[in-house]
């Protein structure tokens, strides 16, 4: 019965993981795009590029950088660790933040980072393949990058159990010590209409048989923000701390898309004019666009 549990739970874990994604089959080959309309024809407030030199220049005025990924695709994850080394070669305080690393394993980040545990003592004591679950070699190039040249890795995301348990019984449910692991319940913001029905989509589309009702939709919603929150709250409390780096995120396009996740609650936390965030995104989205006079992302990157 334990392990049956187990295997909720992972798979619980990996639908939260693809969520906002899925609705627009990012879970397909994720530079796949429709023959009969082009990037620029269908984002055309945004600006599509086949090369990343056309794009490096603007990512080094940012304070922070989103790559939106797809999460299985290596294409998207060669073009991060190349975007990483060429950010590098022009600024070495520079800081990597991974949603694929939760909270309380920040530690074990530092040490992997500082070569005080092997790359398999990492895997293992992180609890990767559990708490994440995608192929470890997709991320291996960019961390093995990190701790060569010393760059901090940022575990960002919800632990698990906080994620799942929002999920099933809603926030008034955590107990004093869980929400010392995420933001106040004040940040939590779930006022974003259109990102909620896109969400919700994705819900939506993970019932079988009908099955599901509004409240748990709006608690799938919630553990949702409660992730981005919890991401932005990470990024924001680095940034503030350590004003001179860069910060790169790594996080599934989902995330990044029109902001809705992750770069408004940064830019909410920072209240700074001048601080800079720049959105890529890894792959064509497989999208209608949902706001048409707005900007899904700063840049998409096309097959090159």
């Avoid at 609705?23 to 080959?29: E, I, N, S, V």
């Avoid at 030199?53 to 999460?71: D, F, R």
């Avoid at 860069?246 to 408004?264: C, D, K, R, S, W």
């Amino acid at each position: 019965m334990k392990q049956s549990f187990l295997k909720l739970d992972f798979r619980i874990d990996k639908l939260f993981a693809l969520s906002v994604g899925i609705f627009f089959l990012c879970t397909f080959p994720s530079y796949a795009q429709s023959n009969e309309t082009s990037c620029a024809a269908q984002f055309s407030q945004t600006q599509c590029v086949d090369n990343l030199s056309q794009i490096l220049p603007e990512l080094e005025k940012a304070n922070v950088i989103y790559l939106g990924e797809t999460h299985d695709s290596s294409k998207d994850h060669q073009n991060q660790l190349k975007i990483i080394q060429e950010l590098y070669k022009k600024n070495t305080k520079i800081a990597i933040g991974m949603e694929m690393f939760q909270r309380p394993f920040q530690e074990i980040v530092n040490q992997y980072i500082a070569g005080t545990i092997t790359e398999a003592e990492f895997i293992q004591k992180s609890e990767f393949k559990t708490r994440w679950g995608f192929d470890w070699e997709l991320y291996a190039p960019i961390l093995r990058f990190a701790k060569q040249k010393q760059i901090p890795v940022l575990a960002l995301n919800t632990p698990s159990e906080i994620t799942r348990k929002v999920s099933r019984e809603g926030i008034e449910k955590l107990t004093n010590a869980e929400k010392q692991a995420i933001p106040p319940i004040t940040e939590i913001r779930t006022d974003n209409i259109a990102y909620r029905q896109m969400v919700l989509k994705s819900f939506e589309q993970h019932q079988r048989g009908g099955h599901g009702n509004s409240s748990s939709a709006n608690r799938f919603f919630l553990a949702q923000v409660l992730w981005d929150e919890t991401m932005a709250d990470g990024i924001a409390k680095f940034v503030k701390a350590n004003s001179d780096y860069q910060v790169v995120v790594l996080a599934g396009l989902g995330h990044v898309i029109y902001g809705y996740g992750i770069p408004n609650r940064v830019e909410r936390r920072i209240e700074d004019k001048e601080f800079i965030q720049r959105s890529v995104l890894l792959s064509v989205p497989l999208l209608t666009p949902v706001e048409k006079d707005r900007s899904i992302a700063d840049f998409i990157l096309e097959s090159e």
